[in-house]
């Protein structure tokens, strides 16, 4: 079955502390695996886009990475800031479908 | 910078009546997508619609819904006779193609069936 799993379900760090959050898919065939950002209330804003051939890439503080052969993606938020207080949701697409599988999202709390 | 736009923000409905959520995408997107979160749950796609028809949907989009692009630049979901169980975030998206191209995300339309 085409899953998207993710870990930790919430995490809380202080600010300035670096945190990273693991995706695990069963989704086959690979199209690409995307990472967004929601905040509460609010639609989801997309932070990465990876394929196949791409093992790593960064938006600003965020660096994303992913394994095709074991099916494993990372989030890495560097320098936390209050602001990164969200769900961050690992999200992945088949080849030749237009729907998106979403993950259940980490739940991310940032403190002072 | 661009953004999808979504009307109402927040609807309530009673159960059987039909509810129209609009969207307005951005504007030389030619994809656009609907999905639906339910309370603390994962978001999941319905359907998605290019060239003036539905090209692939979910198991969850039953004759119960529908999609149209009445102008230019509206995008609506229509649902006919509401069920408490339709209760839930409602998220259009659209982008400028499909496969490994960003889905751009509206703020949401939260449907309350009572």
């Known amino acids: 079955k085409n899953q998207v799993e993710q870990s930790p379900q919430s995490l809380i760090i202080l600010e300035g502390k670096n945190c990273t959050l693991q995706?695990?898919?069963?989704?086959?065939?690979?199209?690409?695996l995307r990472w967004y950002k929601q905040d509460t209330g609010r639609g989801p804003v997309s932070l990465t886009i990876?394929?196949?051939?791409?093992n790593t890439k960064s938006n600003g503080r965020y660096t994303a990475t992913l394994d095709a052969d074991t099916k494993q993606s990372s989030l890495h938020i560097t320098a936390s800031q209050l602001s990164d207080s969200a769900s961050y949701i690992c999200v992945v697409s088949r080849y030749n479908t237009d729907k998106l599988i979403f993950g259940t999202g980490t739940r991310l709390q940032v403190f002072p | 910078e661009p953004e999808v736009t979504q009307t109402p923000s927040h609807q309530v409905t009673q159960m059987g009546q039909e509810v129209i959520l609009r969207c307005v995408p951005i504007?030389?997107?030619?994809?656009f997508y609907w999905y639906r979160q339910i309370l603390g749950q994962k978001v999941e796609f319905l359907v998605s619609?290019?060239?003036?028809?539905?090209?692939?949907k979910s198991e969850i989009f039953d004759d119960q819904f529908s999609v149209e692009r009445p102008d230019g630049s509206n995008f609506t979901l229509k649902i006919r006779s509401t069920k408490l169980e339709d209760s839930a975030m409602y998220f259009c998206?659209?982008?400028?193609?499909?496969?490994?191209?960003?889905?751009?995300f509206g703020q949401g339309t939260r449907l309350t069936v009572v």
């Open positions: 998206a659209s982008s400028e193609m499909t496969g490994d191209t960003e889905a751009f």
């Open positions: 990876m394929t196949f051939s791409e």
């Open positions: 619609f290019y060239n003036n028809e539905i090209s692939e």
């Open positions: 504007s030389n997107h030619l994809y």
């Open positions: 995706c695990n898919y069963t989704v086959s065939p690979f199209s690409n």
